[in-house]
């Protein structure tokens, strides 16, 4: 059974530093796809980044980027540069033939 | 684009009442989802619609969950009837075609049953 595991609920990070973020997932499957949501006070779930699992190349957004190691299984979100407003809870989700969303980590940033 | 819309934000409720929750995805998106979050069980998908038809309803709860999505820009979550235990945030979210796209997330709708 695929299931995707959180190992930190929570994280803190110093303002300008950076943090990671890890994940990794269990699957069967070679075709599937991995996302990090952030989900600030508000309670609104934002996409932070996206990868496909068939592309080695690691997914970049902007102060966002994953190192995706497939062989592992390990999907972890770097944010470098943190902000204030990136406090927030972070799930990772793995969609395949299901959804799997993992448990959040809970982050800090520290003025 | 005034992303995916839900309605109510807020709902509090007794037990044994019908609670009705609703979706408006993105216009263009062809598939929308439900999600229901709590604390215990974190975020799960409910059931996944596309072009209108139920793909996949494994992760509704049991028979007192019914949702539809009778055309592309209107979807309803129905509990009938409500327990305590339904209390968590429920989220609608709409892509634009399958759920290997991108999710774009509703602002949730706060349910509590009493």
């Known amino acids: 059974a695929q299931t995707v595991t959180q190992s930190q609920p929570e994280m803190s990070v110093q303002e300008a530093e950076t943090v990671t973020l890890s994940c990794t997932y269990d699957t069967s499957e070679s075709d599937y796809y991995l996302f990090w949501y952030k989900q600030p006070p508000s309670r609104q779930m934002i996409l932070v980044i996206r990868q496909e699992a068939y592309k080695q190349q690691n997914a970049t957004e902007n102060r966002f980027s994953v190192n995706f190691q497939k062989a592992a299984k390990s999907f972890s979100l770097k944010i470098s540069d943190s902000q204030l407003g990136d406090a927030a809870m972070y799930f990772c989700a793995y969609i395949g033939n299901q959804f799997y969303f993992g448990t959040g980590t809970s982050l800090t940033v520290i003025p | 684009d005034a992303g995916v819309i839900q309605s109510p934000r807020h709902e509090v409720t007794e037990m044994g009442q019908e609670v009705t929750l609703r979706c408006k995805p993105i216009s263009g998106h062809n598939s929308l989802f439900w999600y229901r979050q709590t604390m215990m069980r974190g975020l799960e998908l409910l059931i996944y619609f596309n072009n209108n038809v139920p793909i996949d309803d494994s992760g509704m709860p049991e028979d007192r969950f019914s949702a539809k999505m009778p055309n592309a820009s209107f979807s309803t979550l129905k509990i009938q009837p409500s327990e305590p235990r339904d209390s968590a945030v429920y989220f609608c979210?709409?892509?634009?075609?399958?759920?290997?796209?991108?999710?774009?997330f509703g602002p949730g709708t706060r349910l509590l049953v009493l």
């Open positions: 979210a709409s892509s634009l075609l399958g759920y290997q796209e991108t999710q774009y």
